[in-house]
């Protein structure tokens, strides 16, 4: 008996934002889970989500420590390429 992967599906911001309205209404996770065939850790993830940002955005849902080290590679970078340029003009 194999199991046969599940095509991954994508859900639009409205009705992720619905499926977490009506859990803030008070159906159980369990009842939205298995209406709308989701894995637990999807609802759970939307939920966190929209209570720490209101945004399903994986760039809104960012932690500082994470947002702080993006900016720290953008500007990593940026001195390499002008490190570089230094380079090339001594040379």
Same mark, same amino acid.
């Given at each position: 008996?194999?199991? +046969?992967?599940? &095509?991954?599906? /994508?859900? +639009?911001?409205?009705f992720?934002? !619905?499926?977490? !309205? %009506?859990?803030?209404?008070? &159906?159980? $996770?369990s009842? *939205? &889970?298995?209406?709308?065939?989701?894995?637990? =850790? +999807? %609802? #759970?993830?939307? /939920? $966190? !989500?929209? !209570?720490?940002?209101? =945004?399903?955005?994986?760039?809104? #849902? @960012? =932690?500082? =420590?994470? $947002?702080? @080290? /993006?900016? @720290?590679?953008?500007? #990593?970078?940026? %001195?390499?390429?002008?490190?570089? /340029?230094?380079?090339? *003009?001594?040379s």
């Open positions: 008996m194999s199991k +046969t992967k599940r &095509k991954r599906r /994508i859900f +639009t911001e409205e992720k934002k !619905q499926i977490v !309205q %009506l859990y803030l209404n008070g &159906k159980p $996770k009842e *939205i &889970k298995k209406e709308y065939d989701l894995y637990p =850790s +999807t %609802l #759970n993830n939307w /939920i $966190k !989500q929209h !209570q720490a940002t209101g =945004s399903f955005k994986s760039k809104d #849902n @960012l =932690s500082d =420590s994470e $947002k702080e @080290l /993006i900016e @720290l590679r953008k500007r #990593n970078k940026q %001195l390499e390429m002008e490190n570089d /340029i230094f380079f090339w *003009i001594a």
